[in-house]
């Protein structure tokens, strides 16, 4: 046999499966990383509250970054590039954190900075991994569809032209009326009167 179809079926089931392990993973280094910061964290805190917050906001900030970084695939009609808001928030975030664990890890000696900025690399590489595939997708379902598609065009199409229009559309100013502008309104000897003189007198 020219052809291992054990081997095709393996492939096909790993194609179903890796969506959901590669989303997984990703949330698990997620996970773990603002647990291990929260616990390096916890250890310096000064009361429960301190210890509390060092849990509670590196979770925040990873579930800020995964938004952010993901907002975007909401809507289908919105097409991102290979330099997309998506890939600039992960990359600036991997930076920031790489910089964190930097000063909390480095009383603990090099291994332990090593291992975690790691694994936060390794998050960001998955990050961007699924970011890419997904925008593949997206636009692959969006082009199939050649109604919506040509809805997408029309709508960039006239915002295009909106914006020029309103570009070229010159800035109005009210005309001023001048100070000595005057409204004149009928004096008394001017107005006319209903008087009617009487035969006789």
């Not at 709508?155 to 559309?169: C, H």
Request: charged share 15%.
């Amino acid at each position: 046999m020219l052809v291992n179809h054990n081997f095709e079926r393996a492939i096909r089931k790993m194609r179903r499966i890796l969506p959901v392990l590669s989303f997984g993973l990703l949330i698990g280094t997620y996970i773990i990383s603002a647990l291990i910061m929260g616990i390096f964290h916890a250890e310096n805190s000064p009361n429960l509250g301190f210890k509390v917050a060092a849990f509670l906001v590196p979770l925040a900030i990873q579930a800020g970054r995964g938004t952010l970084v993901f907002f975007f695939q909401l809507n289908p009609a919105r097409i991102q590039t290979k330099f997309s808001f998506g890939v600039i928030a992960a990359t600036t975030l991997l930076l920031l954190s790489l910089s964190e664990a930097y000063f909390v890890m480095q009383p603990y000696g090099v291994s332990w900075t090593i291992s975690v900025s790691t694994l936060m690399l390794i998050g960001w590489v998955i990050e961007i991994m699924i970011l890419r595939e997904t925008m593949f997708a997206t636009q692959m379902e969006l082009y199939r569809n050649r109604e919506e598609w040509q809805a997408m065009k029309d709508f960039y199409r006239a915002r295009r032209e909106f914006e020029q229009f309103m570009n070229g559309v010159p800035e109005t100013t009210p005309t001023a009326v001048p100070e000595s502008f005057e409204i004149s309104t009928p004096s008394e000897s001017s107005k006319p009167t209903n008087h009617v003189e009487l035969p006789g007198k």
